[in-house]
């Protein structure tokens, strides 16, 4: 079983910055990426970005130059700094990995972090 937890999030203005960070738990055998997607209320779930174990990154056009991600392999973390925040990165952003634990690759999820940038 494979627990992910996130931390961080909460209200910030725009322009300011906040990081969110996730930690990768339980009888993981290897993990190949990790990342962020959102959900926005009325919204569908979508990527903001992933970094694979081999530090290929894939992040939406719309948070290209604000936001970082990066990736600790040795202790299952991922991290997300986000800088220059937009009323419209308000979401619930959620923490993906994923991993074998098992006998097959599968996608895990945390419970989701409130990020809210008010005007």
């Known amino acids: 079983q494979v627990q992910v937890v996130e931390s961080g999030g909460g209200l910030v203005q725009a322009g300011g910055s906040l990081r969110l960070s996730c930690a990768a738990s339980?009888?993981?055998?290897?993990?190949?990426?990790m990342g962020w997607y959102r959900q926005a209320p009325g919204k569908q779930r979508e990527l903001v970005t992933t970094?694979?174990?081999?530090?290929?990154?894939n992040s939406a056009a719309s948070v290209k130059g604000r936001f970082t991600i990066s990736r600790d392999n040795a202790k299952n973390t991922v991290l997300l700094q986000m800088n220059s925040l937009k009323p419209e990165d308000t979401a619930v952003y959620y923490c993906?990995?994923?991993?074998?634990?098992?006998?097959?690759?599968?996608?895990?999820w945390g419970q989701g972090t409130q990020v809210t940038v008010s005007s």
């Open positions: 993906y990995v994923h991993a074998i634990a098992g006998l097959k690759w599968e996608d895990y």
């Open positions: 339980g009888s993981i055998f290897s993990i190949n990426t």
């Open positions: 970094i694979t174990s081999g530090g290929l990154i």
